[in-house]
């Protein structure tokens, strides 16, 4: 009889039959093409000069680790690499918002306009973000942001513009007291916290301020700030409650009463907003604070603004030249990604929060009666609903907004998710609502597709 041995391959029970080091059959799995040679494939070296070397690289390894296992065949293993490959060089899924939450914090906040994007792209690269080409010397930085932001509230005597609205008021809890000054008087009312269990008052004292609460949750006079306000009173600090609403017995003190009361008033305004806005007549706006008394303002740049993450200043020259020039200022400033993209959005077309605040109802309507019409030719269980909208991400905090949505199987609400692009919408008494006050209309022919391809069970 013929001497054999066998011993169990590693990792499964595949056997080698040898017959005095003779091989008889040959694991497939020694056919699996190797990385170099699976790198030069046209297609995979073009997807490395786009997403770079090392997400290639995983891509291989993950399809080489199939046919390894046996899933694949080794010829196989190309085309399974280029199926591995990520979209793009970033984890970040594009999302169509369609909560019908037109500014929604887990989403990224305010999508940025067409305009603003190709700003970003053309800055992405050397710029003159602090160079003067005609002179050739040093300029100021992000002039033309600054510029852009000082014509859009012409209250302000001077602007600056930091990483977020965080930001911007530890920079004036910052630079703006001192051993001698160090109190911030506030209402108790506006002690308030937002996201992510970030509470106002923390961030102040982490500067080294002192609180001066005044006031009670629900009503705060004039006389409760002149009682706490003193030779040790920095400013008083008035913040915009964004995120809740306080009715019933209440009491708050406007601000031109404020202003006369001696020290700077600082008002957080919050959202972003410049100017009035007729939808939001009890959202606060800068231009309006400073003519009626503020020293300085602080708002978003990514919310009802809807442009790039930013802490807007707003104010007295010197007020605002206190903060610019204090060392704490370096480590809160912007690159010019966003001062390319705020600039374009002060400057450029309406932003897309801007263009969902002013849409009419009817014309959404008009909108989910065609999505529907397209989906239900196809089959689909699709219908019109009305539909209640919100500003969202810390603004005009009970403002609901007439909107219509497609009402979809509940069912489709993960595939969706996991779609390309996404789509988030909400759910309600069983059915899947896409509001479509939140989804830009030149995004509705790209949500038909990603439905459909959900209902299939693909990818659009």
């Known amino acids: 009889m013929p001497a054999y041995t066998a011993r169990p391959y590693p990792e499964n029970d595949a056997v080698f039959r040898c017959r005095r080091g003779i091989v008889r059959d040959v694991d497939s799995r020694r056919n699996v093409p190797r990385t170099d040679l699976l790198l030069a494939d046209p297609r995979l070296a073009e997807a490395e000069r786009r997403l770079g070397r090392a997400l290639v690289k995983a891509a291989v390894g993950r399809a080489q680790q199939q046919a390894r296992d046996g899933r694949i065949a ?5 085309d399974a690499a280029v199926a591995e490959l990520p979209a793009r060089a970033t984890a970040l899924t594009p999302v169509i918002n369609a909560t019908g939450v037109l500014v929604h914090t887990n989403l990224g906040r305010a999508p940025l306009s067409a305009a603003a994007g190709a700003a970003i792209a053309a800055a992405a690269g050397h710029c003159d973000v602090e160079f003067d080409l005609v002179s050739g010397t040093r300029a100021r930085r992000g002039a033309g942001a600054l510029d852009a932001l000082a014509r859009a509230v012409p209250a302000a005597e001077a ?11 530890v920079l004036a809890a910052t630079a703006l007291t001192s051993p ?64 809740f609403r306080v009715e019933g017995f209440t009491a708050a003190v406007v601000m031109p009463e404020l202003a ?17 806005h007729p939808l939001l007549p009890g959202e606060p706006d800068a231009d309006t604070a400073l003519r009626d008394g503020a020293a300085l303002v602080t708002a978003s740049g990514d919310k009802l603004l809807g442009g790039p993450q930013a802490g807007l200043l707003l104010g007295r020259a ?13 480590a809160l400033r912007v690159d010019k990604l966003t001062l390319a993209a705020l600039e374009a959005t002060l400057a450029g077309p309406v932003p897309p929060v801007a263009a969902a ?51 979809l199987p509940e069912s489709l609400a993960v595939p969706l998710r996991r779609g390309e692009p996404a789509v988030v919408g909400r759910l309600e008494q069983g059915r899947l609502l896409l509001d479509l006050r939140s989804v830009s209309e030149d995004h509705d022919s790209a949500l038909v597709k990603a439905i459909l391809a959900a209902a299939r069970g693909g990818s659009a």
């Open 74 to 78: 080794p010829e196989q293993v190309a």
């Open 159 to 169: 602007v600056a513009v930091v990483n977020n609205n965080a930001a911007a008021l």
């Open 180 to 243: 001698e000054t160090d109190e911030i008087v506030i209402s108790r009312g506006e002690l308030i916290e937002i996201g992510d269990r970030f509470r106002l008052p923390d961030l102040l004292v982490s500067t080294g301020a002192r609180l001066r609460e005044v006031g009670t949750t629900n009503r705060t006079t004039r006389a409760d700030y002149a009682a706490a306000t003193g030779p040790r009173t920095a400013f008083i600090l008035k913040v915009h409650p964004s995120n």
């Open 260 to 276: 006369g009361l001696g020290p700077p008033v600082v008002f957080d305004i919050g959202s972003g907003l410049l100017v009035p």
């Open 318 to 330: 010197g007020l605002v030249r206190t903060l610019t020039r204090h060392p704490l200022a370096r």
């Open 357 to 407: 605040l002013a849409a009419d109802p009817a014309s959404v309507f008009k909108r989910a009666e065609r999505v529907v019409a397209r989906l239900v030719s196809a089959g689909l269980d699709a219908r019109v609903a009305a539909a209640k909208a919100a500003v969202g991400g810390g603004g005009a905090p009970g403002v609901e907004l007439d909107s219509a949505a497609v009402s």
